[in-house]
């Protein structure tokens, strides 16, 4: 299980996740469920909600709870198991549309993949879905930060080609 957790300072992102909801759900289909806050009372899982419906104080109460900085939200949280910290997320801060939805879809793939080819046993299914999306969050994680690089990089050697040049 998963749980998507926002400040709700704005609707975008909310919107954006419940809509990607009935997608992820349809992908995963019975092997996982992204548990959504809900401002009556607990958390949905495979019940479609409006954006208004999200339970902003549960998800605020979440976040404060876990420590986690308003500059990584949007976020999903997963247990973590096996390390210091209860709780692992994936941020979805400073993504665009296209980004968040396809972060979704890769989290999908790595559920999807582990129900077919993992272990059976609950806990076990759940540890190996973390684990690798742990790695899979840290690989894009340093890829991003090579690219950066590379391109700071790049523009400093090439206003030091012009420079000198």
Known sequence: MTLFLDSGYSNRNISLVLGAKDGFDAHVGSSWH????????????NIPIA?????????????DEQGIPSAELPVILFENFG???????????????DEI?????????????ESKNG?????????DVTSKIKAHTNKKRILRFVKKSTSTTLGVVGAAAGFFG
């Open 119 to 127: 272990r059976r046993a609950p806990d076990d299914f759940r540890e």
């Open 34 to 45: 992204m548990l959504i806050p809900y401002r009556r009372e607990g958390y949905v899982s």
């Open 83 to 97: 390390d210091e910290s209860e709780y692992y997320y994936v941020s979805l801060a400073n993504m665009s549309d």
């Open 51 to 63: 954006s208004r419906d999200y339970g902003i104080l549960l998800s605020r109460a979440i976040i």
């Open 101 to 113: 939805i396809r972060t979704i879809e890769e989290l999908a793939d790595i559920v999807v993949h």
